[in-house]
């Protein structure tokens, strides 16, 4: 097996990561229960979805905050986790506009 140089390896960004993971991946765990709660089973005014929807934050936002060392370098991560924020934030405020 060839050995990878230093530029293909993932990079020891961990300052920059950890800070995507945390603040970009809580408001990509927002928009994500934000669609599910409004356009989800029974829409959102559902019985018990309040307390579901509460308690799917937490997941969602520690599944991306492990994924974020995933990434190459820092910038990278910082720079895919607001692609997708502004991404799913867009998605719900057009569908928002469309009801």
């Keep these: ?3 990878l140089s230093a530029d ?5 960004h961990w300052w ?3 800070l995507a993971g ?3 991946g809580l408001t990509l765990a927002y928009a994500i229960v934000a669609i599910f709660a409004w356009y989800g089973p ?5 019985p018990v979805k309040v307390q579901f929807n509460m308690w799917l934050i937490t997941p969602i936002w520690l ?4 994924l974020s060392y995933l990434f190459k370098t820092g910038i990278k991560a910082i720079t895919y986790l607001g692609a997708a924020n ?14």
Excluded: D
């Excluded at 029974?42 to 559902?46: H, K, L, R, V």
């Design 1 to 3: 097996m060839a050995r």
């Design 8 to 12: 293909e390896k993932i990079q020891p």
């Design 86 to 99: 502004v991404a799913l934030y867009a998605l719900f405020f057009f569908l928002r506009w469309l009801s």
């Design 16 to 18: 920059l990561k950890t």
């Design 42 to 46: 029974g829409g959102i005014n559902a």
């Design 22 to 24: 945390i603040v970009l």
């Design 63 to 66: 599944l991306v905050l492990s």
